[in-house]
């Protein structure tokens, strides 16, 4: 059965930086497209990141250049470095894992709970 399980969000000052964990059981992480996604009050979910399963990694235009995707196999974990953050970076942010595509990812099957990221100016 697939489960995830996000931890790492917290609050900080603009310009800081947090690393999303997201801990993953029923599969195995490379073997599968993996993603972050954001999702702030009265706003719509942004794919925020992705990662597939050949290694190739896609942004959202606002986080390019301070965002990083990544995974450590061994852990069966997937993690998102993040940067230089922002106010508008604030949000629920959520793991998600969808089929296994070598180059891209477009779509995606099951959900974490999230875990809250809240930046302060």
């Known amino acids: 059965q697939v489960h995830l399980v996000e931890s790492g969000g917290g609050s900080v000052e603009a310009g800081g930086s947090l690393t999303l964990s997201c801990a993953a059981a029923g599969f195995t992480v490379n073997t599968k497209c993996m993603a972050w996604f954001r999702q702030a009050p009265g706003k719509k979910r942004e794919r925020v990141a992705t990662l597939a399963t050949g290694g190739n990694t896609d942004y959202f235009a606002s986080v390019k250049g301070r965002f990083i995707i990544s995974r450590d196999n061994a852990k069966n974990t997937v993690y998102l470095q993040m940067n230089s953050l922002k106010p508008e970076d604030s949000a629920m942010y959520y793991c998600?894992?969808?089929?296994?595509?070598?180059?891209?990812?477009?779509?995606?099957?099951?959900w974490g709970q999230g875990t809250q990221v809240t930046v302060s100016s």
């Open positions: 998600a894992v969808g089929p296994a595509q070598y180059w891209s990812c477009s779509t995606f099957d099951y």
